[in-house]
């Protein structure tokens, strides 16, 4: 079956320029996460929705970020005036969404590279 | 959060067994201890989770002491499609309404011929 996809694989934006990425969860996953992840480092947890809500959003760095699911299935992750210090792999996850919360196996997106030059 | 603590990198040849092994001495008594392996360009992928004693999949072994202070990953013959970072990750639902994953650095495991 299909995993999670994300698009674009990679995207080159100018400083100060809004930028969405795309998350597309494995079907029926009612959990979605978003991390990104800096050179030699491990991912960085972002948010976590759990169907259309946000559970989590403490992770977000600062009101640039923001993300939407409207319908429980697709997510965009939103940045905007992007500064250079955001380049990273921007990760997405989704999950079954049972009980455990983050500790349910989560399944990975290949990852959007963004590059803000 | 439970902070952890492993190594950064390690190095196997081909059909030994690895074992990784991750400090976590603040553990809470709902947190579960989750490893995930990383590709390079790839997302990670989970490998096991355990809670206490031991746990077996098709792919590793997960064992957990008593205490509950720390754990080791042991891969079984290893193979050079092993090369990856392994992270070990604590936490869970803490009923506060934050029960994220945390990932460290990982531990760079190399395979040798």
């Known amino acids: 079956g299909a995993g999670v996809s994300q698009t674009p694989s990679n995207k080159v934006t100018e400083k100060g320029k809004y930028v969405e990425l795309r998350c597309d969860p494995i079907?029926?996953?009612?959990?979605l996460y978003w991390y990104r992840q800096s050179l030699g480092q491990g991912p960085e947890f972002l948010i976590y929705f759990q169907g259309t809500g946000a559970a989590d959003d403490s992770g977000l760095p600062n009101d640039r970020f923001f993300a939407v699911r409207p319908e429980g299935s697709v997510s965009t992750l939103k940045i905007q005036r992007t500064e250079r210090g955001d380049s990273a792999v921007y990760l997405c996850a989704s999950s079954l969404g049972g009980g455990m919360g983050f500790f349910d196996e989560q399944y990975f997106g290949p990852g959007t590279r963004l590059t803000v030059t | 959060l439970a902070k952890t603590t492993q190594p950064i990198s390690m190095d196997s040849y081909e059909g030994q067994e690895v074992n990784i092994t991750c400090s976590h001495n603040n553990i809470a008594t709902n947190d579960y201890i989750t490893w995930y392996q990383q590709f390079p360009s790839q997302g990670p992928r989970f490998i096991i989770q355990g809670y206490k004693t031991k746990v077996t999949n098709e792919v590793a072994s997960l064992f957990i002491p008593a205490d509950r202070k720390s754990s080791t990953l042991s891969l079984p013959r290893v193979s050079l499609s092993d090369t990856a970072v392994y992270y070990c990750l604590v936490g869970g639902n803490s009923g506060a309404g934050s029960y994220q994953l945390t990932f460290g650095k990982g531990t760079k495991l190399s395979v040798i011929p």
């Open positions: 079907s029926g996953h009612t959990a």
